[in-house]
């Protein structure tokens, strides 16, 4: 089965936009054609960027949201912290990568996206 990690601004917006190319990505998890794989410190950053005030209209219950997130993902305890790019919530997500042998991450993160491929996962846009 293909797994991905999926970036949190990718995720807010698969969950809360319906309509958008990043929608596609959470449809395709819910059909079935990939596993989607997280952390915990993936999820805390999930539950912080749902808690901003300009999302409460979106999301007014954002614990139930990441607590759904956390019972349909492949949750993975990174052993190695990576420091690898400048943003250090991008390395979270290579460490979740990492640790789950990821096919890969789904971002629209331009630190991410440079690096095209981390070891054997490749980066992607929503759009790919």
């Known amino acids: 089965m293909i ?3 999926v970036d949190t601004n990718v995720l807010v917006s698969d969950l809360g936009w319906a309509r958008s190319p990043p929608a596609k990505v959470v449809e395709a998890m819910l059909a079935g054609r990939f596993l989607l794989v997280s952390s915990p410190s993936l999820l805390a950053e999930l539950d912080a960027v ?3 005030p300009k999302l409460a209209p979106v999301f007014p219950q954002p614990e139930a949201v990441v607590d759904l997130v956390g019972e349909i993902a492949v949750l993975v305890e990174p052993r190695r912290r990576l420091d690898v ?3 250090e919530a991008d390395n979270r997500v290579l460490e979740a990568a990492a640790e789950a042998t990821a096919d890969f991450i789904v971002t629209g993160d331009r630190g991410l996206l440079d690096l095209e491929r981390y070891g054997t996962t490749v980066v992607v846009t929503p759009r790919s």
Request: no cysteine; hydrophobic share 45%.
């Open 85 to 87: 790019l400048q943003d």
């Open 50 to 52: 749902l808690r901003y």
């Open 3 to 5: 797994s991905a990690v």
